[in-house]
C-alpha cells in the first residue's frame, strides 16, 4: 500500500504502549498506531475479532507463507477465546507483538496461549 510508514506504525505502537499490561484496548492503540502510519480505517469496527474487512480494504493480505516469519508492520487478529470474547489484535515492530502492551509472544495471555484460537497475519499488499 502506498503511504503505509512501517516505522512510523512500529513507533507508534511502542511509543503508546502501557506498562506492563494493556487495559482491553487493542484494537484502539492497533487502530492509532494504522492511522499515524497512513493507514485509512474509516469504518473500522470496535471489536478486534473483526478487523479483517478494515485491514484488507487499508491494502493489508493475509500472509499464507509457511512457516510464517514475522516482518516489521505485520498485524494478527486472533479470534475470541473463551475468556475474552472481543477478540485481540496486535502489531509486529520489528521486536514485539505489541497491543496496548508490549507482548511477551504473539499470544497476549494465558488463556489465549492455551486455547490457541483461529488467527491470521497480514501484512501491506
Request: glycine share 8%; net charge negative; proline share 8%.
Amino acid at each position: 500500500m502506498a503511504g503505509f510508514d512501517k516505522d512510523t506504525f512500529a513507533a507508534s505502537l511502542r511509543d503508546n504502549a502501557l506498562e506492563p499490561f494493556g487495559e482491553g484496548s487493542c484494537a484502539k492503540f492497533v487502530r492509532e498506531a494504522l492511522e499515524d502510519a497512513g493507514a485509512d480505517t474509516t469504518g473500522h469496527p470496535v471489536d478486534a475479532k473483526d478487523w479483517e474487512p478494515t485491514l484488507l480494504r487499508a491494502g493489508f493480505a493475509a500472509v499464507t507463507d509457511l512457516p510464517y516469519v514475522p516482518e516489521l508492520g505485520d498485524v494478527v487478529v486472533i479470534q475470541p477465546t473463551s475468556v475474552n470474547l472481543h477478540g485481540h489484535i496486535a502489531g509486529f515492530d520489528g521486536e514485539n507483538w505489541i497491543s496496548d502492551f508490549v507482548q511477551r509472544e504473539m499470544w497476549p495471555g494465558p488463556h489465549y496461549r492455551e486455547e490457541q484460537p483461529p488467527h491470521i497475519f497480514y501484512r501491506v499488499a
